[in-house]
């Protein structure tokens, strides 16, 4: 039903202004499921063949380092879209594995439905690439900020934009996306708690 949709209509149409029919159209090839929590959507050595929309709960994304231990690669919020880009365009196994955190609600689309999409509806090339540009932007600053940036100002920042994250999402998480160990955010937590 259309209704269902709205939150995915709304989402496609506020990254890139496409028409109502267009939209529609797009929104009509995903998928709404319920994914229980610590649900694995991608598996490293696996292809990533769904694109999906968050509605609502957190996921991550993580890799595992050459000692064998996990390290966050990206957290995601509601209304953002989750899929690893290089093995969801090149078709090739993915080097990260994606896992809900909550409980999500969210819409998936395959890959082969998507590529027709891209074919015959160029609006829908245009909503692709804001994704990818806006997603880009993200993992640019973000480098640049592991580099250039102090835990603390990294620490501060994220409890600036998007401070529900500390409600929803394992501090272990929080930890290795920001590149510091657990001891060391409870540190920071505490020096913030007393400002």
């Known amino acids: 039903m259309v209704s269902d949709r709205q939150t995915l209509i709304k989402f496609i149409t506020d990254t890139y202004p496409i028409s109502d029919y267009a939209a529609k159209l797009i929104a009509d090839n995903f998928e709404r499921k319920l994914l229980p929590k610590n649900t694995l959507t991608l598996k490293e050595g696996k292809v990533n063949s769904d694109y999906i929309f968050l509605e609502n ?27 690893e880009v290089g093995s969801y365009f090149q078709r090739k196994p993915s080097t ?24 015959s509806l160029p609006e829908f090339r245009e909503f692709g690439r804001a994704i990818l540009v806006k997603g880009f932007i993200s993992f640019k600053e ?38 510091i160990t657990d001891s060391s955010l409870s540190r920071l937590r505490k020096e913030f708690t007393k400002k």
């Open 96 to 119: 990260e594995n994606i896992e809900t955190i909550t409980e999500c609600t969210v819409w998936t689309g395959k890959y082969e439905s998507f590529q027709n999409l891209f074919h």
């Open 57 to 83: 709960g957190y996921m991550r994304s993580f890799v595992i380092d050459i000692d064998g231990t996990e390290v966050t690669t990206n957290i995601y919020k509601p209304l953002q879209m989750v899929f």
């Open 142 to 179: 973000r480098t640049i900020a592991m580099i250039t940036q102090k835990a603390e100002l990294r620490y501060e920042q994220l409890l600036k934009e998007n401070p529900e994250i500390f409600q929803h999402v394992p501090l272990k998480y929080i930890a290795s996306y920001l590149g």
